[in-house]
């Protein structure tokens, strides 16, 4: 109800009522309001800088949780991180050396996202862990990718381990009972025209002209040359055999064998002959890994006892059957 107010009458010497008008009336109420609504601003605001508001302690709360839980993430990351390299040094030492392939290699795995990718975690006022732990995060997805396509890969090999090891040369390239003098070893070796050192890159085994020469592994024939030369390899037979394997066989007398045709391995491909630059009848015997010349005489180790080994790693010279010319024709 709206108060009364007064005025005094000095003609009547009484108070008359004054009727106020109902705008000034409606003004005043809302000044009032206004005076009121200010005065509880000021207060509030005075208040929430001195005093938590229970909705901000709830947040505050809440945000010092999940930077605790994002530490935790972030140790668990790490843990597996180091068992992620853990299982990277088995499958390169390990597993990968099993089957003789080299590391896998996949560029960039190791190589940081641009930081562009992070731009949207920069905003978050925080906190260098929550980036730290999406970088790690990253860091191990890609680890996992190369892992898992490197496991892709021995699964394969595994599966043709039956077929690898009936391709890979692991026998005498001949009859070891008709070798009639030393194996002309492997290595560096004098040359008896040009007195000085020449790398030799087969093994030399002399036989009488006509023993047979066998596939030391399963393969397909590469190449054949038949050659009339008095220099260079002569009749030879070069055998591809996968997984990173080739034989070859020089300065034989007859080859049996067709490029393309399959062979097996113990199979009669040749015979032993001295044509091409040779003192004497005897098999030029190389194996190549991956394009290079390896010792041959390792490949055929299982084919011999452990002394039958020694004896012949020993009695091996550094000697010649054949005249090397200084480039001698490789192929
Ligand atoms: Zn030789």
């Given at each position: 109800m709206a108060k009364k107010e007064y005025k005094f009458n000095p003609q009547t010497l009484s108070y008359d009522v004054v009727s106020t008008p109902s705008k000034i009336r409606l003004y005043r109420v809302l000044r009032r309001v206004l005076i009121g609504f200010l005065l509880a601003s000021v207060v509030n605001f005075i208040f929430s800088h001195l005093y938590l508001t229970p909705k901000m302690s709830n947040i505050i709360g809440h945000r010092r949780e999940l930077l605790l839980k994002y530490k935790i993430l972030n140790d668990k990351i790490e843990a597996s991180n180091l068992k992620i390299k853990s299982i990277k040094h088995r499958d390169n030492n390990v597993y990968r050396q099993l089957f003789v392939v080299d590391t896998l290699e996949i560029p960039q795995v190791y190589e940081e996202y641009p930081e562009s990718k992070y731009e949207s975690f920069k905003?978050?006022?925080?906190?260098e862990i929550v980036l730290s732990s999406w970088k790690k995060l990253d860091a191990i997805t890609k680890l996992l990718y190369l892992e898992s396509k490197s496991f892709d890969q021995l699964q394969e090999l595994t599966q043709n381990k039956g077929l690898m090891a009936m391709s890979i040369?692991?026998?005498?390239?001949?009859?070891?009972?008709?070798?009639?003098?030393?194996i002309g070893a492997y290595g560096m070796r004098m040359h008896p025209i040009y007195r000085r050192y020449i790398h030799h890159n087969g093994i030399d085994l002399t036989v009488p002209k006509g023993t047979p020469i066998y596939a030391?592994?399963?393969?397909?024939?590469?190449f054949t040359r038949h050659s009339r030369s008095?220099?260079?390899?002569g009749n030879e037979i070069i055998l591809e055999h996968g997984f990173g394997y080739k034989t070859q066989y020089a300065?034989?007398?007859?080859?049996l064998v067709k490029e393309g045709q399959k062979v097996k391995r113990g199979e009669i491909i040749g015979k032993a002959g001295r044509t091409?630059?040779?003192?004497?009848?005897h098999l030029h015997y190389e194996v190549r890994y991956k394009g290079k010349h390896v010792d041959?005489?390792?490949?055929?180790?299982?084919?011999?006892t452990e002394e039958e080994f020694e004896k012949i790693v020993k009695s091996?010279?550094?000697?010649?059957?054949e005249l090397l010319e200084e480039n001698q024709n490789e192929r």
């Open positions: 905003t978050i006022d925080s906190e040369p692991a026998i005498w390239p001949l009859d070891k009972s008709k070798l009639t003098n030393v030391t592994g399963d393969g397909v024939v590469d008095r220099r260079g390899y300065h034989l007398d007859s080859i091409g630059g040779t003192t004497g009848p041959a005489l390792n490949y055929f180790r299982r084919d011999m091996a010279k550094a000697t010649t059957y």
